[in-house]
């Protein structure tokens, strides 16, 4: 999980999260990555230039939920079942084809608050929970979710994020995501880590998004 309040660019973390695993998949195994997004609209999306960004990695598939148009645009479809499977809407499926079509996929969900309705409510935060595990444990797929803070008075330190307890207790991974200095066209993220149930490191990601670059540092090591 990337959790951060709203407006510091979670979503460029994100996505080019996705972007650096599939430059790097010898390593990371990444071979598709499919970013659903549920909470920027068309105005956004053309700003930010997705369809022109998508159009150079074959292997990035963006579910725009709210705006299909864009999807039509950028001729980019995810298979139709995943965003069934992740809406919880009834749709039969084969099994054994979305256990191959999963295997080495990396799911990005931007953002969780978008398929909740009530954050807090632990049935509904738990249900959810258990959807996302099935992809991880009976299909093979990576799941990323973005998440945001509860209201902070000004000048106070962010602490948590938000949800209930048993959508905090089944993350394996938080990172805090912290903008560095950075200009449009240079965008630099301190990933802060807050739980490692199963390992990991803090790492800065440092974002081209016109020249389509991205680097993630680790401590003394330096990854493109």
Not at 138 to 159: C, D, Q, R
Request: proline fraction near 3%.
């Amino acid at each position: 999980m990337y959790y951060g309040p709203s407006g510091i660019g979670k979503s460029w973390a994100s996505l080019f999260t996705g972007v650096w695993c599939l430059k790097n998949k010898k390593n990371t195994k990444i071979t598709r990555v499919i970013y659903i997004d549920a909470d920027n609209g068309l105005v956004t999306l053309n700003d930010r230039k997705i369809d022109r960004l998508i159009s150079r990695l074959k292997a990035l598939k963006y579910i725009a939920i709210n705006t299909p148009q864009f999807a039509e645009r950028s001729g980019k479809y995810a298979d139709e079942f995943i965003g069934f499977y992740l809406l919880n809407l009834s749709k039969k499926f084969n099994k054994e084809k979305m256990k191959r079509q999963m295997t080495n996929t990396l799911i990005v969900i931007d953002s969780i608050r978008d398929f909740l309705e009530n954050m807090i409510d632990k049935v509904e935060s738990k249900n959810f929970m258990k959807l996302l595990k099935k992809m991880r444990d009976e299909y093979h797929a990576t799941v990323l979710f973005i998440n945001h803070t509860p209201k902070i008075p000004e000048g106070k330190p962010i602490t948590t994020y938000s949800g209930a307890s048993d959508l905090k207790d089944s993350i394996d991974t938080a990172y805090q995501v912290v903008p560095v200095d950075a200009d449009k066209e240079n965008l630099k993220f301190m990933l802060k880590m807050e739980k490692a149930r199963i390992g990991g490191q803090e790492f800065v990601i440092c974002i081209k998004p016109k020249k389509f670059e991205v680097t993630i540092e680790v401590k003394n090591e330096t990854n493109k």
